[in-house]
Protein backbone atom coordinates (compact mmCIF):
# COMPACT_ATOMS: atom_id res chain seq x y z
CA UNK A 1 0.00 0.00 0.00
CA UNK A 2 1.21 3.55 -1.00
CA UNK A 3 -0.21 5.49 1.62
CA UNK A 4 -2.67 7.98 1.82
CA UNK A 5 -3.09 10.13 -1.57
CA UNK A 6 -4.06 13.55 -2.48
CA UNK A 7 -5.11 14.77 -5.32
CA UNK A 8 -5.06 17.23 -6.76
CA UNK A 9 -1.65 18.34 -5.18
CA UNK A 10 -2.61 22.02 -6.52
CA UNK A 11 -5.09 23.77 -7.92
CA UNK A 12 -5.29 27.56 -8.56
CA UNK A 13 -8.62 28.98 -9.04
CA UNK A 14 -10.46 32.40 -9.14
CA UNK A 15 -12.82 33.66 -6.48
CA UNK A 16 -16.14 32.63 -6.84
CA UNK A 17 -15.55 29.06 -8.75
CA UNK A 18 -15.75 25.94 -7.08
CA UNK A 19 -13.24 23.20 -6.60
CA UNK A 20 -13.02 19.79 -5.73
CA UNK A 21 -10.29 17.70 -3.78
CA UNK A 22 -10.44 13.85 -3.34
CA UNK A 23 -8.58 11.72 -0.91
CA UNK A 24 -7.78 8.04 -0.81
CA UNK A 25 -7.05 6.53 2.58
CA UNK A 26 -4.84 3.50 3.58
CA UNK A 27 -7.22 1.29 2.02
CA UNK A 28 -7.73 -1.18 5.52
CA UNK A 29 -8.27 2.63 7.53
CA UNK A 30 -11.61 3.13 8.43
CA UNK A 31 -11.62 6.74 9.90
CA UNK A 32 -10.70 9.62 7.36
CA UNK A 33 -10.05 12.96 8.28
CA UNK A 34 -10.00 16.22 6.67
CA UNK A 35 -7.37 19.07 8.18
CA UNK A 36 -6.22 22.85 6.54
CA UNK A 37 -3.39 24.23 7.30
CA UNK A 38 -2.69 28.14 6.69
CA UNK A 39 0.68 29.58 6.51
CA UNK A 40 2.74 29.35 9.72
CA UNK A 41 -0.07 27.67 11.80
CA UNK A 42 -0.70 24.04 13.08
CA UNK A 43 -3.54 21.78 11.42
CA UNK A 44 -7.15 22.51 11.62
CA UNK A 45 -9.44 19.92 12.36
CA UNK A 46 -12.38 20.16 9.85
CA UNK A 47 -14.42 17.17 9.22
CA UNK A 48 -14.04 13.35 10.45
CA UNK A 49 -15.38 9.77 8.72
CA UNK A 50 -16.13 6.32 10.19
CA UNK A 51 -16.87 4.60 7.44
CA UNK A 52 -19.46 6.34 5.37
CA UNK A 53 -20.75 8.37 7.93
CA UNK A 54 -19.59 11.56 9.02
CA UNK A 55 -19.15 12.27 12.61
CA UNK A 56 -17.80 15.35 13.27
CA UNK A 57 -17.61 18.96 11.83
CA UNK A 58 -15.66 22.09 12.91
CA UNK A 59 -17.51 25.33 12.73
CA UNK A 60 -14.47 25.81 10.57
CA UNK A 61 -16.79 24.42 7.82
CA UNK A 62 -18.92 26.57 6.45
CA UNK A 63 -21.50 25.94 4.76
CA UNK A 64 -19.99 26.38 1.58
CA UNK A 65 -17.94 23.05 2.13
CA UNK A 66 -18.91 19.83 1.81
CA UNK A 67 -17.23 16.57 2.06
CA UNK A 68 -18.31 12.98 1.48
CA UNK A 69 -16.99 9.58 1.74
CA UNK A 70 -19.96 7.42 -0.24
CA UNK A 71 -18.46 4.16 0.00
CA UNK A 72 -16.36 4.21 3.27
CA UNK A 73 -13.62 4.56 0.92
CA UNK A 74 -11.77 7.49 -0.44
CA UNK A 75 -13.24 10.97 0.09
CA UNK A 76 -14.16 14.43 -1.55
CA UNK A 77 -13.77 18.03 -0.23
CA UNK A 78 -15.97 20.81 -2.12
CA UNK A 79 -15.57 24.19 -1.48
CA UNK A 80 -18.07 26.07 -3.48
CA UNK A 81 -17.76 30.16 -4.44
CA UNK A 82 -14.54 30.24 -3.70
CA UNK A 83 -13.08 32.99 -1.63
CA UNK A 84 -9.59 34.00 -0.74
CA UNK A 85 -9.15 33.29 2.55
CA UNK A 86 -9.95 29.79 1.34
CA UNK A 87 -6.10 29.76 0.17
CA UNK A 88 -4.29 27.11 2.29
CA UNK A 89 -3.36 23.22 2.14
CA UNK A 90 -5.81 21.16 3.07
CA UNK A 91 -4.60 17.86 3.98
CA UNK A 92 -6.38 14.41 4.45
CA UNK A 93 -5.28 11.29 6.91
CA UNK A 94 -6.90 8.17 8.15
CA UNK A 95 -6.53 6.00 11.19
CA UNK A 96 -7.69 2.54 12.48
CA UNK A 97 -6.76 2.77 15.95
CA UNK A 98 -8.84 4.76 18.29
CA UNK A 99 -5.31 5.84 19.55
CA UNK A 100 -5.63 9.04 17.40
CA UNK A 101 -2.63 8.28 15.41
CA UNK A 102 -2.76 9.70 12.19
CA UNK A 103 -1.70 9.17 8.84
CA UNK A 104 -1.06 11.91 6.40
CA UNK A 105 -1.11 12.67 2.93
CA UNK A 106 0.95 15.42 0.91
CA UNK A 107 -1.91 17.60 0.97
CA UNK A 108 -3.92 19.54 -1.79
CA UNK A 109 -2.80 23.40 -2.15
CA UNK A 110 -5.17 25.87 -3.38
CA UNK A 111 -4.93 29.03 -4.33
CA UNK A 112 -7.87 31.58 -4.93
CA UNK A 113 -6.80 34.31 -6.57
CA UNK B 1 -11.65 20.14 24.99
CA UNK B 2 -7.99 20.22 24.75
CA UNK B 3 -5.44 22.54 23.49
CA UNK B 4 -1.47 22.53 22.68
CA UNK B 5 0.86 25.30 23.13
CA UNK B 6 4.36 25.27 21.20
CA UNK B 7 5.67 28.62 22.93
CA UNK B 8 8.97 28.38 20.68
CA UNK B 9 7.84 29.24 17.01
CA UNK B 10 11.47 29.61 15.77
CA UNK B 11 14.36 27.19 17.10
CA UNK B 12 17.89 27.53 15.77
CA UNK B 13 20.45 25.36 16.51
CA UNK B 14 23.76 24.20 14.96
CA UNK B 15 24.67 21.05 13.67
CA UNK B 16 26.12 18.41 16.01
CA UNK B 17 24.59 20.50 19.34
CA UNK B 18 21.38 19.19 21.53
CA UNK B 19 18.02 20.22 20.66
CA UNK B 20 14.86 20.73 22.68
CA UNK B 21 11.13 22.11 21.26
CA UNK B 22 9.04 22.34 23.82
CA UNK B 23 5.25 21.41 24.14
CA UNK B 24 2.38 21.75 26.91
CA UNK B 25 -0.75 20.97 26.59
CA UNK B 26 -4.58 21.31 27.93
CA UNK B 27 -6.55 18.63 29.10
CA UNK B 28 -9.44 17.67 31.14
CA UNK B 29 -9.09 13.83 30.09
CA UNK B 30 -6.33 11.33 29.78
CA UNK B 31 -4.34 11.72 27.30
CA UNK B 32 -2.32 10.56 24.04
CA UNK B 33 0.35 12.66 22.76
CA UNK B 34 2.29 12.87 19.59
CA UNK B 35 5.18 14.86 17.82
CA UNK B 36 4.76 15.10 13.74
CA UNK B 37 6.97 16.38 11.54
CA UNK B 38 6.42 18.81 8.23
CA UNK B 39 9.20 18.69 5.56
CA UNK B 40 8.68 21.66 3.16
CA UNK B 41 6.07 20.87 0.33
CA UNK B 42 5.00 17.61 1.96
CA UNK B 43 2.08 15.91 4.59
CA UNK B 44 3.21 14.85 8.30
CA UNK B 45 5.15 12.26 9.35
CA UNK B 46 4.67 10.68 12.53
CA UNK B 47 8.16 10.97 14.67
CA UNK B 48 6.49 9.84 17.95
CA UNK B 49 3.57 9.05 20.13
CA UNK B 50 2.36 8.43 24.54
CA UNK B 51 -0.05 6.59 24.78
CA UNK B 52 0.50 5.23 28.12
CA UNK B 53 3.20 3.23 30.45
CA UNK B 54 7.18 4.66 30.27
CA UNK B 55 6.68 8.45 29.92
CA UNK B 56 9.95 8.24 27.70
CA UNK B 57 9.40 7.58 24.19
CA UNK B 58 12.06 6.98 21.57
CA UNK B 59 10.98 8.03 17.98
CA UNK B 60 12.29 7.79 14.97
CA UNK B 61 15.95 9.39 13.70
CA UNK B 62 17.04 9.63 17.13
CA UNK B 63 14.58 11.68 18.64
CA UNK B 64 13.11 11.07 21.87
CA UNK B 65 10.10 12.72 24.29
CA UNK B 66 8.93 12.48 27.95
CA UNK B 67 5.62 12.58 28.92
CA UNK B 68 5.09 14.71 32.38
CA UNK B 69 1.62 14.49 33.92
CA UNK B 70 2.24 17.09 36.56
CA UNK B 71 3.59 19.85 34.19
CA UNK B 72 1.76 18.77 31.39
CA UNK B 73 4.40 18.77 28.87
CA UNK B 74 5.66 16.80 26.20
CA UNK B 75 9.09 18.17 25.20
CA UNK B 76 10.98 16.63 22.73
CA UNK B 77 14.51 16.29 22.21
CA UNK B 78 17.45 15.40 19.86
CA UNK B 79 20.89 14.87 21.78
CA UNK B 80 22.39 15.72 18.42
CA UNK B 81 21.01 17.48 15.14
CA UNK B 82 21.71 16.98 11.50
CA UNK B 83 21.33 18.61 8.82
CA UNK B 84 18.19 17.16 7.57
CA UNK B 85 16.60 17.54 10.78
CA UNK B 86 15.60 21.08 9.39
CA UNK B 87 11.84 21.02 9.33
CA UNK B 88 8.68 22.32 10.94
CA UNK B 89 7.49 20.17 14.42
CA UNK B 90 4.09 19.83 15.04
CA UNK B 91 2.82 18.51 18.97
CA UNK B 92 -0.69 17.08 18.90
CA UNK B 93 -3.30 15.76 21.53
CA UNK B 94 -6.29 13.92 21.54
CA UNK B 95 -8.48 12.99 24.17
CA UNK B 96 -10.65 10.36 22.82
CA UNK B 97 -8.94 9.37 20.17
CA UNK B 98 -10.90 10.69 17.30
CA UNK B 99 -9.57 13.95 16.65
CA UNK B 100 -5.72 15.82 16.81
CA UNK B 101 -5.41 18.96 18.22
CA UNK B 102 -2.24 20.30 16.72
CA UNK B 103 0.13 23.40 18.09
CA UNK B 104 0.79 25.96 16.07
CA UNK B 105 4.67 24.33 14.94
CA UNK B 106 8.61 25.26 16.15
CA UNK B 107 10.77 25.74 12.84
CA UNK B 108 13.60 24.15 13.61
CA UNK B 109 16.54 25.48 11.35
CA UNK B 110 19.91 22.99 11.76
CA UNK B 111 23.17 25.70 10.79
CA UNK B 112 26.46 24.43 9.70
Known amino acids: DTGVSQNPRHKITKRGQNVTFRCDPI?????LYWYRQTLGQGPEFLTY????????KSRLLSDRFSAERPKGSFSTLEIQRTEQGDSAMYLC???????????FGEGSRLTVL | AQSVTQLDSQVPVFEEAPVELRCNYS??????LFWYVQYPNQGLQLLLK??????LVKGINGFEAEFNKSQTSFHLRKPSVHISDTAEYFC??????????FGTGTQLKVEL
Open chain 1, 49 to 56: FQNEAQLE
Open chain 1, 93 to 103: ASSTTRTGELF
Open chain 2, 50 to 55: YLSGST
Open chain 2, 92 to 101: AVTGGGNKLT
Open chain 1, 27 to 31: SEHNR
Open chain 2, 27 to 32: SSVSVY
